[in-house]
């Protein structure tokens, strides 16, 4: 092992510089005591954590997968798909990778640049990488992990030899990752000693977002008479609760159960709610258990097959799986058996904390709709609007965003592409641009259905529009005229404008529906690029996907 020396360049005079090195040298060539020279220490194994993340679920768990394996005998690296590319993978020996799929099965903004480049290369560019891949999804999407599914196929693809098969987390599967994980540390292990999965969960759980039971302050319709919408301003107190936030950031919301839902269950299984069951909490009834810890949403694999369920059909909801089967009568602790944990919800935050010391504000759209000539109401969105109020307190966590911030630098323009409840975080946006006096201009595109029952804080806007707050306002109502108009048409419009503020650094955001609102706003954006940029459509791809790398075109799309 080579000596440190302290260079002549360094701020010590010539006496403290020769005390040093020697200091030094009698460090490394003997023990403290005056024996031989200690052994060497043991080299760390290099080890890159790479992860695509879109609303920094990815992200985190990269993180609490670096801090493991630091205890675990590597020197972890943490690397965002942005940051990467296929030549610097090409020089990593051992890559773990988290790769999150949101919306229809899209990858991470960040991370499509990445997917492209891996797309386009041919030969075996990583034929000494080894690496271990998590695919993080929602099930109740149909091109579930879609995003893990690619990156593993354009890996194995270029040479890279995998360490264990891909695992697939469904949301809310801690244990599977947690599992994962533990596997794939002890694949690349050489000197690492490995441990239980359960000592992980004891570990990480830092990093989790720390749940508050928060009293719910109101409630308050904000579409007026005659929509066909129902969206819903929900504040929460923050007193006392420890937790802060940034504009940008979503938060978590575990929500309870329709009671009237829960009976029909007990009803359709002969049971009277009084019968005792275990969860992880502990023994609980099982009305409560079907209350507030399991998800009555779309019935999984395991209770279908313990219901034998037969219909070519698959059943929408676990209720409709029981009276598909009538006859099935599972006992209760086989049916919570079957069934996955309630999850929490995540809402973009409509608030800026300068404006709302000691709250937080959600804007949420109640679900209401018919299927099979049944009510059916989304979990969160109703148990908000319809029971929140009178149970007091929620639970609620706030989930950090890095991957949508304003922009350091307060004179940067900025442009918020909103519609809908889409319009959440631009409210926090605008709301945090006026606490701190930034001089940047800033764009907002906003729109729904009808100017008069769906225009969201209205009075709010056209006031940060008349004290030159917002620069320049672009309204789209769909149904007040013949032909439907929505933003994407009121980017058109504007295209020399909107491609003038980009080429002056302007950041861009969208927020709202990713299957189809977003992808119609993508595609208007690369014509302003062709027309007003006068860019051909593969430079204006490779334009906005620059903007994407640079952290100046970010989406918080669902």
Avoid at 2 to 10: E, N, Q
Avoid at 41 to 51: D, G, M, Q, V
Avoid at 361 to 387: K, P, Q, W
Wanted: charged fraction near 20%.
């Amino acid at each position: 092992m080579s000596v440190p020396l302290i260079p002549d360049t360094a701020p010590f005079s010539a006496e403290q510089r020769a005390w040093l090195n020697g200091f030094f040298a009698g460090m490394f060539s003997r023990s403290p005591h005056g024996g031989p020279a200690a052994p060497a220490l043991t080299a760390l194994t290099p080890l890159t954590i790479l992860f695509a993340s879109q609303t920094g679920t990815a992200e985190r768990l990269a993180k609490k997968a670096a801090k493991l394996a630091g205890k675990r005998g590597f020197a972890p690296t943490l690397l965002d798909a942005a940051q990467a590319s296929v030549e610097k993978l090409s020089q990593e020996n051992a890559v773990l990778l988290v790769a999150s799929t949101y919306g229809e099965g899209e990858a991470p903004d960040s991370a499509k640049p990445l997917l492209n480049a891996l797309r386009d290369t041919s030969g075996t560019p990583f034929a000494k990488l080894r690496y271990s891949l998590c695919a993080l999804g929602d099930s109740k999407y149909p091109r579930f992990c879609q995003a893990g599914k690619d990156f593993d196929q354009h890996l194995e693809k270029l040479g890279a030899r995998r360490v264990g098969e891909r695992v697939e987390c469904d949301v809310g599967q801690d244990e599977k990752y947690t599992a994962w994980l533990d596997a794939a540390l002890s694949g690349f292990a050489v000197t690492a000693t490995p441990r239980a999965p359960a000592d992980i969960v004891e570990e990480e759980d830092d990093d989790e977002p720390k749940p508050f039971l928060a009293p719910i302050l109101a409630v308050k319709r904000v579409t007026s008479d005659g929509s066909a919408k129902e969206v819903n301003h929900v504040v929460f107190s923050l007193k006392d609760s420890g937790l802060s936030y940034t504009a940008g950031d979503a938060l978590s919301v575990l929500p309870v159960n329709d009671p009237a839902l829960v009976t029909d269950m007990l009803g359709v299984l002969g049971c009277d709610g009084e019968e005792a069951v275990l969860t992880s909490s502990g023994e609980v009834s099982l009305r409560h258990a079907l209350s507030t810890v399991y998800d009555l949403g779309k019935p999984t694999a395991e209770l279908l097959a313990l219901l034998q369920v037969t219909t070519t059909t698959p059943p929408h909801h676990v209720i409709d799986a029981l009276r598909a089967t009538p006859t099935a009568k599972p006992k209760a602790a086989a049916l919570i058996a079957t069934l996955k944990k309630l999850q929490p919800r995540l809402y973009s935050i409509s608030s800026s904390p300068a404006a709302h010391p000691g709250e937080v504000h959600l804007t949420v759209g109640a679900v209401r709709y018919e299927v099979a000539e049944r009510r059916r109401d989304g979990v969160c969105s109703t148990f908000l609007a319809d029971r929140a109020l009178s149970a007091g307190q929620v639970l609620i966590g706030v989930h950090p965003n890095n991957s949508f911030r304003l922009p350091e630098n307060t004179d940067t323009p900025v442009i918020m592409i909103g519609p809908g409840t889409g319009i959440a975080p631009f409210r926090a946006f605008l709301e945090a641009r006026a606490a701190t006096n930034a001089k940047g201009k800033n764009w907002l595109f906003f729109g729904d259905q009808h100017e008069k029952s769906d225009f969201l804080y209205r009075d709010e806007i056209l006031a940060w529009q008349s004290s030159g707050l917002l620069t320049r306002l672009d309204l789209a109502w769909s149904r007040d005229q013949a032909e439907k108009v929505y933003v994407q048409h009121k980017i058109l419009a504007a295209a020399a404008e909107l491609w003038s503020w980009l080429e002056n650094g302007a950041h861009l955001y969208i927020c709202g529906d990713a299957s189809r609102m977003a992808k119609d706003v993508h595609n208007a954006l690369l014509q302003v690029a062709q027309t007003a940029g006068s860019l051909t459509p593969e430079s204006a791809a490779k334009y906005f996907e620059t903007l994407q790398t640079a952290k100046r075109y970010l989406r918080d799309v669902y």
